[in-house]
C-alpha cells in the first residue's frame, strides 16, 4: 500500500493567513493526488484534483502543487469558512489512501 | 444534481454482518464515467477506502479487510450496497458511499452525508 503522510497534524491560523499542507506518498504517485476538506459531521468535499486541478465551484484561493512524491495545499488568504480539516489523497494505486488529516483552527 | 444516500442499521452486534445500501438520485448507476465506493470514518479519526463496483459488477476492494466485504449493484433499482461479515467494534464507523470519477485521474466527488454504525452487544 502507498502511504500517505501530512504535515503538520494541526496548526493554528488568522483569517487572513497564506497556509501551506504538506502530503508526502511512499512512493511515486506522479500526479494522482487529491485534496479534500471536511467540516465537522459534514462529509468531505473535493478541492483539488490531479495535485493542481481546481474542482468546480472552488474559490480560487485555494491551490495544489507538486509530483512524484512532495505535495502542497495552499489557502492564500484564510477566511472564517475555512477552519477544518484537510485530506490528502493518493489514486495512484489500489487500495486508495488517504493521509491522517491537517485540523486547521482559529488562532 | 448527483446525490447519494446511505441507508441501514445504526446498531449492529459483533460477529454479525452490516448491511448498507447506497440509492443514487440524478444520474444513472449504468453511467461510464463513475465506479461506485465504500468509504468509512470512525469516531475522531481519518478516512479509510473499502472498495468499490463498476455497474457491470466489476468490484475491488481493500485487501485490509480480509475478504470480508461484498459490494453489489442493483441496476434497476439505480442502488448499490454493502456487506461487511464479522464485525467488532472496530467496525464502528460512519461509512460514506461516494462516486469515484475514474476518468484520467481518479477522485471522489459526490458523497452520500454518511451513516453512522456503531457495532456493540
Known amino acids: 500500500d502507498i502511504q500517505m503522510t501530512q504535515s503538520p497534524s494541526s496548526l493554528s491560523a488568522s483569517v487572513g493567513d497564506r497556509v501551506t499542507i504538506t502530503c508526502r506518498a511512499s512512493?511515486?504517485?506522479?500526479?494522482?493526488l487529491n485534496w479534500y476538506q471536511q467540516k465537522p459531521g459534514k462529509a468531505p468535499k473535493l478541492l483539488i484534483y490531479?495535485?493542481?486541478s481546481l474542482q468546480s465551484g472552488v474559490p480560487s484561493r485555494f491551490s495544489g502543487s507538486g509530483s512524484g512524491t512532495d505535495f502542497t495545499l495552499t489557502i492564500s488568504s484564510l477566511l472564517p469558512e475555512d477552519f477544518a480539516t484537510y485530506y490528502c489523497?493518493?489514486?495512484?494505486?489500489?487500495?486508495?489512501?488517504f493521509g491522517q488529516g491537517t485540523k486547521v483552527e482559529i488562532k | 444534481q448527483l446525490q447519494l444516500q446511505e441507508s441501514g442499521p445504526g446498531l449492529v452486534k459483533p460477529s454479525e454482518t452490516l448491511s448498507l445500501t447506497c440509492t443514487v438520485s440524478?444520474?444513472?448507476?449504468?453511467?461510464?464515467?463513475?465506479?461506485w465506493d465504500w468509504i468509512r470514518q470512525p469516531p475522531g479519526k481519518g478516512l479509510e477506502w473499502i472498495g468499490g463496483?463498476?455497474?457491470?459488477?466489476?468490484?475491488y476492494d481493500n485487501p485490509s479487510l480480509k475478504s470480508r466485504v461484498t459490494i453489489s449493484v442493483d441496476t434497476s433499482k439505480n442502488q448499490f450496497s454493502l456487506r461487511l461479515t464479522s464485525v467488532t467494534a472496530a467496525d464502528t464507523a460512519v461509512y460514506y458511499c461516494?462516486?469515484?470519477?475514474?476518468?484520467?485521474?481518479?477522485?471522489?466527488?459526490?458523497w452520500g452525508q454518511g451513516t453512522l454504525v456503531t457495532v456493540s452487544s
Open positions: 463496483i463498476y455497474y457491470s459488477g466489476s468490484t
Open positions: 512512493h511515486s504517485i506522479a500526479s494522482y
Open positions: 490531479a495535485a493542481s
Open positions: 489523497q493518493q489514486s495512484y494505486s489500489n487500495p486508495r489512501t
Open positions: 440524478g444520474a444513472s448507476i449504468s453511467s461510464y464515467t463513475y465506479y
Open positions: 461516494v462516486t469515484d470519477y475514474w476518468s484520467g485521474h481518479p477522485y471522489f466527488d459526490y
